[in-house]
């Protein structure tokens, strides 16, 4: 297997957790909490939507944003996915992150060097990552926040080992 190979089967990995850890859950499930955090498995799928496009589309390809984020004013507003995924629907969250990895996995099948620059360098270096380091990002911030879904689903239905 080639490293891009790699790289990508652990980033489906983590989505696939994600998938499983909001699996047959509603709305108000979705967007229960597990105190003090304020973090919801639906503020979850949303942000990890908005990951996807933001690093696959916009930083790769310099592309911008794909609605809804596209109309977001990320400075004021820093956890606008979070806060704002009580307002769509089980399937709206469902289909806006099955969107977003889709047009990832569109960006990633022309990829075939793991060294390629991103054509817009990094927020806070300035310098463009690899193909390789975004990839490897993607799984860091998946499986950050599955360690929470854990947490939130179990404290949910009691569900573990998803």
């Known amino acids: 297997m080639s490293e891009l190979t790699d790289l990508r089967s652990f980033v489906d990995a983590q989505r696939a957790t ?22 919801t498995l639906g503020g979850m799928l949303k942000h990890l939507a908005y990951v996807e496009d933001f690093w696959l589309g916009v930083v790769l390809l310099d592309q911008p944003p794909t609605p809804p984020f596209e109309a977001v004013d990320w400075r004021t ?17 469902l289909r806006m992150h ?16 793991p ?36 947490l939130i689903r179990e404290s949910i239905d009691g569900a573990t080992g998803l």
Do not use: K
Not at 77 to 93: G, M
Not at 128 to 133: Q, S
């Open 18 to 39: 994600l998938l499983r850890q909001v699996a047959g859950l509603d709305a108000a499930q979705l967007a229960q909490p597990l105190p003090p955090s304020t973090m």
């Open 115 to 150: 060294e390629a620059r991103a054509a817009r360098g990094h927020r806070r270096t300035g310098e463009a990552p690899t193909v390789r380091w975004i990839l490897l990002h993607l799984v860091e911030e998946y499986a950050r926040h599955l360690g929470h879904a854990d």
């Open 98 to 113: 099955a969107d977003a990895v889709a047009r990832s996995d569109a960006v990633l099948a022309a990829v075939t060097d």
């Open 77 to 93: 507003d820093r956890d606008w996915d979070w806060r704002t995924a009580a307002d769509d629907s089980p399937e709206e969250l």
